[in-house]
């Protein structure tokens, strides 16, 4: 007959102990070897093996090797850091390589607290939304609440998300864009699609375009969903409804989790917003939300804090951003480039008057006039590129490219656009742009009076520019100018991996320089490398400077400073029109509301408004013998952004004042970092534990270690090359890390490897390489009045989720207990720094012999008295833990899932310790 087993069971089979978990399919045992990690997790039928497998206990302590303190205390650190299935009520928290900020936890929080997730999370560029998303994600997985997910995203985030996801969450997520797709389908059965095949995926926006591909994803559409950039899939022309159509199918599905992610949430468009929170609940679409009842039902799927709100006094987090310090820096044109300018005005003047009455024509003369201005502006070398390109481009296509809206659905263009201005002499305009861009150029000067002082400093810049032909002149003259710094150049001219290649390259240099264009504005984030930006060209996009300083100025910014400079000419008609129409205006807003709005969709009033001031800061309007309207289109205009910014500020007085408060979330947050344990206790563990290995963790400097991988024992180095890391590392143990270093936290491939390889070689010897470490021990210290025993527990727990669909988790919690013989006396921490005091004093080895066995023998005798009921009382503590987490601040209406915690008994003794008071 086969023995039945249940989840937490100790099994002996194949000549060794294991844990049964879960398993997936009925009559399989899943287990994990009682000394392994989670990667020796094996499936197993009693009906195969040759030996059936049968009931183990786990056996206490041996006496020899007796431990010494410090042996002890470096076997209690790796207990707690080697269990990945934690008990608390973050089920994640210990798969994670980073340490989440408190603020961070409030989406999380909110998710719990919902049978169904829906959120909008609508925090400001750099705060965190992709890590909120994640630590979601992480924590539904390890709750058992999803297996499959999808992350929606515009093409050049997919490689930020796959990247993010594995680095920071430990999840494997397979890309999925227009390239690979065909890849990936690639004999699959015709029954199946990739998403079948692929439970983990992130899906670019540009794979979903095609009407067919919409159709086969949204039946095999996983139950979660989350979708980034947001705001890009709920507009109304062609390729946002079409998006937004999508989304509304998806979110039919009253069962399925839908996390949307964006940094402009409103921006003025009342109905774009009203579409957004319509996917959150339908009943949230079209709703004024002016009675509290409804703002509170809101703000539990809603949450947007801006960066002074999570660095104000409530919230503490200022350490966690640098200072962002801003200034302009204005150049002169010299004699040539002002003729330049004129000439290819009077040039764009010409075309606009003999465009006709047709809105096309009209509309096409008018963009390629602020395209051509634009080049222009940007440098001699854009310039001749865009007047020898004359062939017409695509009217709405043009529009886009002007206003900086052209990488939405892809990566920011960058080659110079086609004016589309083919009539007239062009010959002598394109001799004058190729004559100046072999002339010194007043900009680069400009430039390189901004960073000379800066590089003196210490600065890491990286300079945005518009467009290619600029950011290689430029690169030129500023690798002569600076010729001992490392200077490159990434523009979209470079593949994905070409680009994220390069921006890595640089870390091995003490100070670097990049020039880039607004490829890499977004998708790849350049805090760890860079702390200060110069907009070379100003973006017509307001949103695209925010992105631009967002891949600097973020969330895990080394530098205490980060700086940025706008750099701009007086003499210029397009620079002065863009500041006057759009960043001054829009920049007032963001001083207004704390919040940075995008340009107003109404691209016919914009692009007025701009005509309009060109021509009047050029006093040219008086040239043109039509009225084309630009004086009313300026007027427009303004009402276009008086609305945005009555828009968001109607919006914030709607719903901040319901938001999570820091009280509520601290208790957890504290909760987090006491079962992840501070970065003192890691270095200081990873430093013990390569010296018991004979290798020394090197300090270079303030927060700045190098380890030698290649003198661990082979085994161990074998395991950490085979998760990536070999030769020498530089590691940082505090938030935020040096450049080039990695920051190591408790999932960290090194302290992870050390504590699992440690465990394994005190609970089973015979396996292992290493110097075994005793798990019994006994000497003198100060620390206590009384003998006292300290023992080493190791818990696990049966954790089933009472809801619709009932789930059962294995569970596991390293802890402690202290007890004299009069009973215990300390559990957990307390009992933890008793171990942790310094010995003071040796006792002979026959003492150490007798008290330890005199341990043994009493622990014999409570292991099912004493230590089962701190078990039971862990478990009820853990349920409470739970059921407070999932149910404060719960909407009473809807069906949250209870949880029961079961302790499995016996506990396992991993370690046994006496101590005897110091003699006085």
């Known amino acids: 007959m086969t023995e039945a087993f249940s989840p937490g069971d100790l099994i002996y089979a194949r000549g060794r102990e294991w844990v049964a978990l879960p398993s997936p399919d009925e009559g399989w045992l899943c287990l994990r070897p009682l000394s392994g990690a989670e990667a020796d997790i094996q499936l197993m039928h009693p009906d195969l093996e040759a030996e059936k497998p049968r009931p183990a206990r786990f056996a206490l302590p041996e006496r020899e090797p007796l431990a010494t303190q410090s042996a002890a205390q470096l076997l209690s650190e790796a207990l707690r850091l080697s269990l990945r299935r934690g008990a608390g009520p973050f089920r994640s928290a210990a798969r994670l390589s980073f340490e989440p900020r408190a603020y961070q936890l409030v989406p999380l929080i909110m998710a719990l607290r919902l049978q169904t997730v829906r959120l909008l999370i609508a925090d400001d560029v750099g705060i965190g939304k992709t890590i909120e998303a994640g630590l979601i994600l992480r924590e539904l997985i390890d709750r058992g609440e999803a297996d499959a997910f999808t992350v929606l995203c515009p093409p050049h985030l997919v490689e930020q998300w ?8 430990d999840i494997d997520a397979v890309a999925v864009t227009a390239a690979s797709a065909a890849r990936l389908e690639r004999g699959l059965p015709q029954h199946m699609t990739l998403f079948d095949a692929h439970l983990q995926t992130v899906v670019s926006l540009d794979y979903i375009k095609a009407e067919k591909r919409r159709d086969s994803f949204a039946r095999a559409c996983p139950k979660l969903v989350i979708v980034d950039e947001a705001h890009a899939c709920v ?27 964006t940094a402009t949430p409103h921006s003025g468009d009342e109905e774009a917003f009203e579409r957004l929170l319509g996917l959150i609940d339908p009943e949230f679409s079209g709703r004024a939300f002016e009675d509290e009842r409804s703002r509170i039902r809101l703000a539990r799927h809603f949450v947007q804090r801006r960066r002074i709100d999570v660095t104000s006094r409530e919230w503490d987090e200022e350490r966690s951003f640098p200072r962002h310090e ?5 150049y002169s044109f010299d004699n040539a480039q002002s003729a330049f300018h004129d000439a290819v005005l009077d040039y764009c003047l010409g075309v606009v008057e003999g465009a006709g009455a047709g809105q096309r024509e009209r509309r096409l003369a008018f963009w390629g006039t602020l395209a051509l201005m634009r080049c222009v502006g940007s440098s001699p070398a854009a310039a001749a590129s865009a007047l020898r390109n004359r062939l017409k481009s695509d009217p709405d296509r043009l529009g886009d490219h002007v206003f900086d809206e052209d990488g939405e659905d892809e990566d920011a263009i960058d080659v110079e656009p086609a004016s589309g201005l083919d009539t007239g002499p062009l010959a002598s305009l394109v001799a004058q742009a190729e004559h100046l861009a072999r002339s010194p150029d007043p900009k680069i000067a400009a430039t390189v009076k901004v960073l000379t002082p800066l590089i003196k400093a210490g600065a890491n810049p990286v300079v945005f520019c518009r467009y290619i032909a600029t950011a290689d002149h430029l690169a030129e003259g500023l690798r002569k100018a600076f010729p001992k710094l490392r200077v490159e150049v990434v523009t979209g001219a470079l593949t994905g991996d070409e680009r994220r290649a390069r921006v890595e390259a640089m870390a091995g240099n003490s100070q670097r320089l990049l020039v880039a264009t607004d490829c890499l504005s977004e998708g790849i984030n350049l805090q760890h490398l ?15 400077h925010q992105q631009r300083e967002g891949r600097v100025d973020r969330f895990g910014q080394s530098a205490p400073l980060v700086r940025s400079v706008l750099l701009f000419s007086p003499d210029s008609a397009i620079d002065g029109a863009v500041l006057e129409v759009i960043l ?32 009047l800061r050029k006093g040219r309007s008086r040239q043109l013998s039509l009225d084309f309207g630009f004086d009313r289109d300026a007027r427009n205009f303004e009402t276009r952004w008086r609305d945005a910014e009555e828009g968001e500020t109607a919006s914030r007085a709607r719903f901040a004042q319901n938001s999570m408060k820091p009280e509520e979330v601290a208790p957890e947050w504290r909760r987090w970092r006491e ?7 890691l270095l200081r563990f990873t430093g013990r534990a390569m010296s018991r290995l004979d290798v020394q963790l090197e300090m270079q400097k303030q927060n700045s270690y190098r380890a030698h991988l290649s003198e661990l024992p082979k085994q161990i180095a074998e395991r950490l090359a085979s998760r990536g890391l070999e030769g020498t590392i530089k590691l940082s143990f505090d938030e935020p890390p040096l450049p080039g270093h990695t920051v190591v936290t408790r999932s960290h491939p090194l302290p992870a490897t050390l504590a699992e390889s440690l465990l394994e070689g005190a609970l089973d010897p015979v396996s292992s390489p290493l110097n075994r470490i005793g798990r019994a021990g006994a000497w003198s210290s100060s620390a206590v009045k009384i003998l006292t025993t300290v023992a080493l527990l190791r818990l696990r727990f049966k954790l089933t989720v009472h809801g619709r669909v009932e789930r059962m988790l294995l569970v596991e919690e390293a802890s402690a207990i202290a007890f004299e013989p009069g009973g215990m006396i300390a559990t957990d921490e307390a009992a933890r720094k008793l171990l942790d005091a310094e010995p003071a ?9 007798r008290l330890v066995e005199a341990a043994l023998a009493r622990m014999s005798s409570l292991i099912d008295g004493t230590v089962a009921e701190h078990a039971r009382t862990r478990a009820q503590a853990l349920a409470e833990d739970h059921d407070r987490l999932r149910r404060a601040g719960a909407d009473a209406s809807r069906f949250l899932s209870r949880v029961s915690v079961e302790p ?17």
């Open 162 to 169: 796959t990247g993010e996801l594995k680095e920071k969450f």
């Open 904 to 920: 499995v008994l016996p506990a396992d003794v991993i370690g046994l310790y006496v101590l005897v008071p110091a003699a006085s």
């Open 841 to 849: 004093g040796n006792l002979a080895d026959v003492a150490r012999t």
């Open 235 to 261: 507009g109304t022309h062609q390729g946002r409804q079409q998006r937004f159509e999508l989304l509304r199918r998806l979110s039919s599905d009253a069962t399925r989790h839908l996390i949307l992610l």
């Open 675 to 681: 079962l992840l344990g501070g970065p003192a206790e």
């Open 530 to 544: 860079f702390d200060t930006v110069i907009h070379y060209d100003l973006s017509w996009n307001p949103t695209r």
């Open 326 to 330: 801003t200034s302009e820096s204005s």
């Open 584 to 615: 001054r205006k829009a920049e007032a807003i963001r001083k207004a509301t704390g919040v940075s709005v995008p340009l107003p969709e109404e691209r016919g009033a914009v692009t007025g408004a701009l005509m309009n001031a060109v021509l």
